[in-house]
């Protein structure tokens, strides 16, 4: 068993190896966040205007099966892997933002 | 209550043309949709050459957003375009997504012979056997499930009556067309989107390919490969596609002043129950003829009225004995015969979308009051050669044309026939 500092250290030298920029800061992973959540959004209009507290269902039009795919994306593009829990927690655009960086940190 | 049942609108994803016009045009023409598929030579496949809608991505990714496109495959796009481009043709607008409005009065039979073969085989089967199950995603069941296509129609075009996927193998697309029909007649529904979609697999057609019943010795010359009625016929071509029939109740029609292409004059559906010759893939020719005389009956019409038969005519072995089957059941000698020929000669067979791609020929023939050649057959098959007058090589313009009778048979022996009449201009 690793200590999860140490997963998370391994996990960033992964990503250095593969050439991705590990470090992106808050605007950069919300402007991923937006573009991966537009391929699902039903209202692409509301995409223009997102804010933290955007509500990925209620306001983009998300149908609610599709968040499962969000997910799988946000995997794929940072790397990083979401547990069922944290999932089922995200709601707003603000709610991913936060949980991508609090595994890629 | 039975009320009469015309069709008022019809879209169309064939091998050899995608639209109404460009359909036409190639039916017209004798134009043949088989290609070479580079895969099949990859995989060894014993027949190397199939009909595949061309440029369907491409129309797909203007009419679907992202979200839409990701959740459907070949067969999907196939019957998802058919029945848009049925429910404009028929004079309808393509419903906004916020708007609320149900369509109660409109419902869908879009049938399948296999269904998302194509999504199973590339993603479902490989990810779950590499435990990857978790990486599926959301979309995977709708691909799958036998009526993924008619819930996906159901949802572009808020329908609101009975929404289903009907399967009967290889006579799945007319058999819709029979079930539509029944259902208005009855005053269950005033409209319903009818036929069938059939995705472009390999894994779809590599269990006919082992069974040798493919043609295999035609893959340097795709577009002679399909090869109904004829002499040199050894297997059929593997198609695919989607057909769909906007069917309405004559009531209906007449009272929003629709444009009324033909009416569904009856139709019959049966099975064979694997007796008498008939098997799992053969039909009891008993069945076959039951069928035929069923929907003439129900129809109401006398055998001398049809001018023109469109065959189940798969180039199997099979041609014979349902050229003979037809005389039989209409009791019509050769010199009687009406014309006879087969849209798969130019599509191949498109298994559980054929008979709605076929019923689409149908119509378009009678509007454009011609019977596409059967092309393929110069060499008439010995047993056919009595019929062979009745064959048209080249496409006849038919001045009277006004009655075309069509029937469709399928693995587990079963069996339909339908019967449209040209409407009076």
């Not at chain 2, 090589?393 to 587990?412: M, N, P, S, Y």
Request: glycine fraction near 12%; charge should be negative.
């Amino acid at each position: 068993m690793c200590h999860l500092s140490e997963v998370a250290r391994l996990r960033g030298l992964r990503n250095t190896i593969k050439g991705r920029d590990f470090r992106m800061d808050t605007s950069e992973i919300q402007s991923k966040v937006v573009e991966i959540i537009g391929r699902y959004a039903k209202n692409k209009d509301a995409l223009g205007s997102v804010t933290d507290e955007t509500n990925i269902l209620e306001d983009l039009k998300v149908n609610s099966a599709r968040l499962v795919d969000v997910i799988l994306d946000f995997e794929d593009e940072f790397d990083i892997e979401v547990e069922d829990e944290d999932a089922d927690a995200v709601n707003t655009i603000g709610d991913a933002v936060r949980l991508i960086q609090s595994k890629v940190a | 209550m039975s009320r009469r049942v015309v069709i008022t609108g019809m879209g169309v994803v064939a091998p050899n043309g995608v639209g109404l016009k460009e359909y036409e045009a190639a039916l017209r023409g004798g134009v043949s949709g088989i290609r070479h598929i580079p895969l099949l030579d990859e995989l060894k496949f014993g027949c190397r050459v199939a009909g595949v809608p061309q440029g369907v991505d491409e129309l797909a990714e203007s009419l679907f957003d992202e979200d839409e496109l990701m959740a459907m495959n070949s067969s999907h796009r196939y019957g998802s375009i058919a029945a848009i481009d049925a429910w404009a043709d028929a004079g309808f607008e393509r419903p906004d997504p916020e708007d609320d409005t149900v369509h109660w009065e409109a419902g869908a039979v879009i049938g399948t012979g296999v269904g998302g073969l194509d999504t199973a085989g590339d993603k479902l089967v490989p990810m779950i056997d590499a435990g990857r199950v978790r990486r599926l995603g959301s979309t995977m069941v709708e691909q799958v499930m036998g009526s993924g296509v008619s819930a996906r129609v159901s949802g572009l075009l808020a329908l609101g009556n009975q929404v289903t996927a009907n399967s009967s193998a290889c006579s799945t697309g007319a058999e819709a067309v029979v079930e539509g029909l029944q259902r208005i007649r009855a005053g269950l529904a005033d409209r319903m989107l009818c036929g069938g979609t059939e995705g472009a697999s390999q894994y779809a057609w590599g269990g006919f390919d082992s069974m040798r019943v493919l043609c295999r010795k035609f893959n340097d010359e795709p577009e002679k490969a399909s090869r109904p009625l004829s002499a040199s016929a050894g297997g059929f071509v593997p198609g695919s596609g989607a057909g769909i029939l906007h069917l309405e109740s004559l009531e209906s029609a007449e009272a929003r002043g629709a444009r009324i292409y033909a009416e569904v004059l009856g139709g019959a559906l049966n099975c064979g129950g694997h007796r008498s010759g008939g098997s799992m893939t053969a039909p009891n020719p008993t069945g076959v003829q039951r069928c035929i005389r069923q929907a003439v009956r129900d129809a109401g019409v006398e055998p001398g009225e049809i001018d023109a038969i469109n065959g189940h005519l798969t180039a199997t072995g099979a041609d014979p004995s349902e050229v003979a089957s037809w005389s039989k059941a209409l009791e019509l000698g050769p010199e009687a015969f009406p014309l006879i020929n087969s849209t798969k000669s130019m599509i191949g067979h498109g298994l559980g979308a054929a008979g709605a791609l076929e019923s689409v020929a149908c119509i378009l023939m009678l509007r454009g009051r011609f019977v596409h050649a059967s092309i393929n057959c110069e060499d008439v098959h010995p047993d056919i050669e009595p019929f062979a007058a009745s064959i048209p090589h080249e496409t006849r313009e038919v001045a009277g044309l006004e009655t075309i009778i069509k029937a469709g048979f399928g693995f587990g022996d079963v069996n339909v026939c339908v019967i449209f009449r040209r409407w009076p201009d």
